[in-house]
């Protein structure tokens, strides 16, 4: 346990550095963003060790590990994410421990949240997802709402019942015009988060940029990054 700590608190140290170098070559304060460590597939020892060590937002996507490892750590003062696509089935469970749903791309998915969250008292952030690489009417690849749809699915947010509209969030698209194109796809998150805040000044987060593209998504002014494999170490395959 004291090489594990060791080695995820030098992995931290290296991801603060790079978050602290792109944040001042971009001209903005450090504290304009927030690093949300992605623990998927990893034990909720390392959840522990993660909270000793500073970290204050983590996130999973999927419910069958995120739910237990959330129930083992439920004494830990921790922001909880929840990033990946989510079915119907899934919410009222989801919603038990997620502060935040960061993978909102459909009404039906609103309304089941609301549902959830009516249910136990609490308010959920929800977060837009923006597939760049969906045409109008589609879904993305790895989820998300075609450009066109983000207002309709915000208003629907912002009238449901128990839920909180925080914003936008994409994942750089492995295909279509962006695809190999980050810092030119997070330019394009900014433009809709902009336009967003134009209707919903409140909803002012940007969840861009993972391990391997992070200085790019600060650079076009991400507020929250997703980081897994660079802190945690290379992914265990999953079974």
């Known amino acids: 346990m004291t090489d594990r700590r060791a080695q995820l608190a030098a992995n931290l140290a290296q991801v603060e550095e790079r978050i602290a170098s792109a944040c001042a070559s971009a001209g903005r304060k450090r504290e304009e963003v927030t690093l949300i460590v992605v623990t998927k597939t990893y034990p909720a020892s390392d959840v ?10 983590v996130a ?3 419910d069958q590990d995120a739910a237990p490892k959330a129930a083992a750590c439920a004494d830990l003062s921790l922001t909880w994410h929840f990033v990946g696509q989510l079915q119907t089935n899934k919410v009222r469970s989801v919603v038990g421990y997620a502060d935040v749903v960061q993978s909102v791309d459909r009404v039906k998915l609103v309304t089941a949240l609301s549902a959830a969250a009516v249910r136990r008292g609490r308010e959920l ?13 589609e879904r993305g690849d790895r989820g998300g709402v ?16 128990g839920l909180r509209l925080d914003g936008l969030m994409t994942v750089a698209p492995l295909a279509g015009p962006y695809a190999g ?3 030119a796809a997070f330019d394009r998150l900014m433009e809709f988060s902009s336009r967003l805040r134009g209707n919903h000044p409140a909803a002012n987060m940007v969840s861009a940029g993972m391990s391997a593209d ?26």
């Open 125 to 137: 952030g929800c977060l837009i997802q923006v597939a760049l690489d969906a045409e109008s009417g």
């Open 214 to 239: 992070l200085e790019d998504a600060i650079a076009a002014g991400a507020t929250h990054v997703r980081v897994g494999t660079a802190v945690l170490g290379v992914r265990p395959r999953l079974g």
């Open 181 to 183: 194109r980050q810092r």
């Open 60 to 62: 999973e996507n999927r």
């Open 48 to 57: 522990r060790i993660l909270r000793e060590l500073g970290v204050r937002q």
């Open 146 to 161: 075609a450009p066109d749809a983000i207002e309709e699915l915000a208003a629907s947010v912002e009238a449901a019942e």
